[in-house]
């Protein structure tokens, strides 16, 4: 009984493996591809473009904003925001002041200025305030 446990444990293995290595395969193949292509611009647009192509790039903005955001958006409503996310252009502040979300939400236009201005792109479209 054990030599047939042992045999469908690495019979199980081995088809894994295989798996894993035409996936590593694909994932290789792909990059280098990419990489290859890289070639045609400098190391700044490679950079841009390597941004825009994965899902890091809106990740990374997310992040840029949440350690500027006082800076962008002051001292007071910094410390009331109790978190900041940023998904598909729409920015999305928690605050639990309601005098702070009414703000928020009757000077949406200008904060969205400041936000864009200060990252110098049209990062965000939209603010909603819960």
């Known amino acids: ?55 890091w790039g809106a990740k990374a903005n997310e992040i840029r904003l949440k350690q500027e955001w006082e800076t962008i958006a002051g001292k007071t409503i910094a410390r009331y925001t109790t978190n900041i996310q940023l998904s598909n252009r729409v920015i999305i502040i928690y605050t639990d002041v309601a005098p702070l979300k009414q703000e928020l939400i009757l000077g949406k236009d200008v904060l969205i200025n400041k936000i864009n201005e200060h990252f110098k792109e049209t990062l965000v479209l939209d603010l909603k305030v819960k």
């Open 1 to 55: 009984m054990k030599i047939l446990f042992v045999g469908v444990y690495f019979g199980n293995f081995i088809l894994f493996s295989r798996m894993l290595n035409s996936l590593f395969k694909i994932v290789v193949t792909s990059l280098f591809n990419f990489y290859l292509n890289m070639a045609e611009y400098s190391v700044g647009e490679a950079l841009k473009l390597l941004m825009a192509r994965s899902s």
